[in-house]
């Protein structure tokens, strides 16, 4: 049974179709990479999975359950967690207090299965690397080590289904290394993880499958190698070749 399924998912502003037809299932523990040129509905998909935006047709199934309708709050019960582009980081408050005020936020029996959440906050940080910064304001940190922060905060908070949207974007080699460890973390936990990246060689280590979106369009799916051997993802990122 796939933890998510999108069936025939449109969206429509005005006369303008954003996405045209969206289908595809994720399993359990997938980490599936979502790419394909500005515009071509990456984000707008992630809005719809959580809950921001309302598809004009379509459904969406998480564990079979029909959360089409659901708030983004109601679907953040159900086990989806987003990490934005934007960090979602209080950049006032420390990166104790950040984690804290996450885990706080969750359901009281959540809380309780947790145990002691001083516990569990030093742990995230400890995960990350991040132990001798817990006093500092979030502000002060790298982009890459929001973006660690950001994600390590979402693990602990119990989501099983992650959208990670450009989580590499302003991040050093060395700490996209990092990402991509604290990603294959959460495969290892049986997690499942969508990523929308423009960055093709990091798609290519980390996911199982990659789907490639073009004018709100599946264009191609199929295995990283496979994908990125196409010549139809050159098409679409470059243009036809006008010599064949």
């Known amino acids: 049974m796939p933890l998510l399924s999108l069936d025939n998912i449109t969206l429509s502003i005005g006369e303008h179709s954003i996405l045209k037809g969206i289908t595809f299932s994720v399993e359990q523990g997938e980490v599936i990479g979502l790419i394909g040129p500005n515009g071509s509905g990456k984000t707008t998909l992630f809005n719809v999975i959580s ?15 029909d959360i089409t309708k659901l708030s983004p709050s109601e679907r953040a019960k159900h086990g989806i967690g987003r990490v934005f582009q934007n960090f979602g980081i209080f950049r006032e408050m420390t990166l104790e207090e950040n984690i804290l005020v996450a885990l706080e936020a969750l359901p009281k029996n959540a809380r309780k299965a947790l145990g002691n959440l001083k516990d569990v906050v030093r742990e995230t940080l400890a995960m990350v690397g991040l132990t001798s910064s817990a006093k500092k304001k979030a502000g002060s940190l790298s982009g890459g080590q929001m973006r660690l922060l950001e994600i390590a905060r979402t693990l602990k908070s119990g989501k099983e ?71 139809k993802l050159q098409e679409i990122y470059f243009g036809a070749d006008p010599t064949t």
């Open 51 to 65: 809950g921001f935006l309302k598809p004009t047709g379509g459904s969406i199934l998480l564990e079979s359950q």
């Open 161 to 231: 289904l992650f959208l990670l949207d450009e989580p590499t974007a302003g991040v050093s080699p060395k700490m996209t290394i990092q990402v991509a460890d604290l990603i294959r973390e959460l495969k290892a936990e049986g997690k499942t993880v969508l990523i929308i990246e423009h960055d093709l060689p990091f798609i290519a280590k980390i996911c199982d499958r990659v789907i490639v979106l073009d004018v709100g369009e599946i264009a191609l799916s199929g295995a990283p190698a496979e994908v990125q051997k196409s010549k």
